[in-house]
T-cell receptor, first 113, second 113 residues
Framework: KNQVEQSPQSLIILEGKNCTLQ??????????LRWYKQDTGRGPVSLTI?????NTKSNGRYTATLDADTKQSSLHITASQLSDSASYIC????????????FGRGTQLTVWP | DAGVIQSPRHEVTEMGQEVTLRCKPI?????LFWYRQTMMRGLELLIY????????DSGMPEDRFSAKMPNASFSTLKIQPSEPRDSAVYFC???????????FGDGTRLSIL
């Protein structure tokens, strides 16, 4: 069964601290994996998109890693800011001509001053 | 550049009524997606168009839901008749092609009483 599981479900950290969000998937065959950030009341915004051959990809203070062998990905946020408070969603694209997208339930991150 | 534009932003209506949600994708984007997001189920893909043609509608919950894309700059999602369980935030997204990051609109918050 094609699934995407994210952990933790929610996380609270202090401003300036680092954190890591996890995404495990069973989607097969794999095409790519995406991380989105969703602010409250807004649509998701793409942070990174990684294909099978990419292990690490950075976007400013956000760094995503991918281990296609273990089917795990992580999103590391460095020096967190209050504006990082949001839901972070992991999405896996199943590889095929009509490949489908499989969504995690998201990790709700709250950054406190 | 204007992003994905959705209307209305909020819709409140009584059950049994017809609801039409509208989306204008980013100019030049060939892929258009309709999503539904709820607290219980997270983000779900309803239907995906490529070059105005519906490619994957397996996420459409039932026959009460229909989507059209009469041209490259406009799409609608219609619910008829609406039911309280249809209450959710509906997002439209577009991308240059299916494997590129998607750009989301700010969604339509639908409440069916």
């Amino acid at each position: 069964k094609n699934q995407v599981e994210q952990s933790p479900q929610s996380l609270i950290i202090l401003e300036g601290k680092n954190c890591t969000l996890q995404c495990n998937y069973t989607v097969s065959p794999f095409s790519n994996l995406r991380w989105y950030k969703q602010d409250t009341g807004r649509g998701p915004v793409s942070l990174t998109i990684m294909t099978f051959s990419e292990n690490t990809k950075s976007n400013g203070r956000y760094t995503a890693t991918l281990d296609a062998d273990t089917k795990q990905s992580s999103l590391h946020i460095t020096a967190s800011q209050l504006s990082d408070s949001a839901s972070y969603i992991c999405v896996v694209n199943r590889g095929s001509t009509l490949g489908r997208l499989y969504f995690g339930r998201g990790t709700q991150l709250t950054v406190w001053p | 550049d204007a992003g994905v534009i959705q209307s209305p932003r909020h819709e409140v209506t009584e059950m049994g009524q017809e609801v039409t949600l509208r989306c204008k994708p980013i100019s030049g984007h060939n892929s258009l997606f309709w999503y539904r997001q709820t607290m219980m189920r997270g983000l779900e893909l309803l239907i995906y168009f490529n070059n105005n043609v519906p490619i994957d509608d397996s996420g459409m919950p039932e026959d009460r839901f229909s989507a059209k894309m009469p041209n490259a700059s406009f799409s609608t999602l219609k619910i008829q008749p609406s039911e309280p369980r249809d209450s959710a935030v509906y997002f439209c997204a577009s991308s240059p092609d299916r494997n590129q990051p998607q750009h989301f609109g700010d969604g339509t918050r639908l409440s069916i009483l």
